[in-house]
């Protein structure tokens, strides 16, 4: 009898039919059982696993002829195709079932029934989320624009937008449930797009249009007419701050140079006056001594000072990013780096943020960065997941993203992203 090398040889080289049938006589008993196990007894998809499996067999019968013996090849690609095709069946049930339910949800007294519960709630879910999955959400939802044009408002490619107005209703759904209001995404949507936006009384653009105008007119006279009266007042306010602030200015530096001194003599620091109280306020901006005297602050300060002042430049990125201004974020953050290197948060921020610019593989850099400084930044993991996502290395976004689920079981954002990634097959 010729064994499996040699007869996958034959079929490879002369597509020897009767090599090729003697391999599936041979092993077909193991695969069918072994395909009727995984698809929970189901016959008719253990058969078409089986066919699957030696249909994959026949194509890459010249690479696996190399083998000694196909039995282990065999079993992993029962394996892999049968839990393809339970997959591909669970899929196919989830979205008859959800376009069932939309149906029913399309029905009037449904879509009325399920506003009713939403509506007063609806707002204040819609502020929690952060500003520009809320743009996505209005854009597309609300507005009912394309894709390409949430893209565009957004600076992301249709793709991306598409990705992030799922998610945003995703989250939508999630801090709904919390608040007893449970629905699939779709639904969500579904509703919010039939009864979130109502038309306004026929007759009221065309008061709101004069009312506004005429209050910009009346509002622009008066100003004008206040500037005018005010200017020399002004011109006196404006020289008394200047001189206050350089006056403050000369007393905080005197302070802050009285007290290195100090430190650096080894004496006790001045106890410092009223104004050096206004300096340390939160409400004031730190004064720092100039470089030629930092030589006289003793390292351990002088890193402290560094990281508060990174905090701040990392914080003023927040603040940008959150207001939809990311070329101006990345240079806070790219402060905060500069001062404090091992900063894996601003890493993230960062990669966001390039991310969002269009800026995917600078972004990838900076999540690799912080997930070399902090391996467990579960966060870190699922934003390069999606970064490499989105240039098409699916493949390494599976691993970062399964990465982080192990981080983070209950990282629901992920499970989501793990979703699109296409299962590996033998």
């Known amino acids: 009898m010729n064994d499996d090398a040699e007869l996958l040889r034959r079929y490879a080289q002369d597509r020897s039919e009767e090599a090729f049938a003697e391999l599936v006589r041979r092993h077909l008993n193991l ?10 007894g189901d016959a008719h998809r253990a058969q078409d696993v089986a066919q699957q499996v030696f249909t994959d067999l026949a194509r890459k019968a010249a690479a696996l002829s190399r083998h000694t013996s196909l039995t282990g090849w065999l079993y992993t690609s029962t394996r892999y195709a049968a839990a393809k095709a339970v997959r591909t069946e669970q899929r196919r049930q989830k979205h008859e079932q959800e376009a069932q339910s939309m149906q029913d949800l399309l029905e009037p007294s449904a879509l009325e029934a399920g506003w009713e519960r939403l509506r007063p709630v609806l707002d204040d879910v819609m502020g929690e989320l952060d500003a520009r999955d809320r743009e996505a959400v209005l ?13 565009a408002a957004l600076r992301l490619t249709e793709d991306a937008a598409r990705m992030r107005v799922e998610r945003a209703l995703e989250r939508m759904r999630l801090r709904l449930a919390r608040r007893g209001f449970t629905s699939t995404s779709a639904a969500l949507a579904a509703i919010l797009a039939n009864r979130a936006v109502a038309a306004a009384p026929a007759g009221l653009p065309a008061a709101v249009t004069g009312a506004a105008l005429s209050g910009a007119a009346a509002g622009a006279g008066a100003l004008a007419l206040l500037t005018a009266m005010n200017i020399p007042k002004l011109c006196l306010i404006i020289a008394g701050a200047a001189a206050l602030a350089g006056v403050t200015g000369v007393v905080l530096q005197h302070e802050a140079n009285t007290r290195l001194s100090a ?5 006790p620091a001045q106890q410092p006056g009223s104004s050096a109280t206004a300096r340390n306020d939160p409400g004031n901006t730190l004064v720092y001594p100039a470089p030629s005297n930092a030589a006289n602050i003793p390292n351990q300060e002088a890193a402290g000072l560094k990281s508060d002042e990174a905090e701040a430049h990392y914080k ?9 201004r990311d070329p101006e974020a990345v240079r806070e ?5 500069r001062l404090k290197p091992d900063y894996p948060e601003a890493d993230v921020a960062m990669g966001n943020s390039l991310a969002r610019l269009g800026r995917v593989p600078e972004a990838i850099a900076h999540f690799r960065n912080a997930i070399q400084l902090r391996p467990d930044y579960a966060e870190a993991h699922n934003n390069l997941g999606v970064a490499l996502l989105q240039l098409g290395r699916r493949l390494e976004a599976a691993a970062q993203f399964q990465e982080a689920l192990r981080i983070n079981p209950d990282y629901e954002e992920v499970r989501n992203n793990l979703t699109r990634v296409k299962p590996i097959e033998p």
């Open 31 to 40: 695969v069918y059982a072994a395909a009727l196990r995984l698809v929970n």
């Open 139 to 151: 854009l597309r939802v609300f507005e009912s624009r394309p894709f390409a044009d949430v893209g």
């Open 263 to 267: 430190e650096s003599a080894g004496l």
């Open 316 to 324: 003023a990125g927040n603040a940008l990013a959150e207001a939809g």
């Open 333 to 337: 953050y790219q402060q905060a780096l």
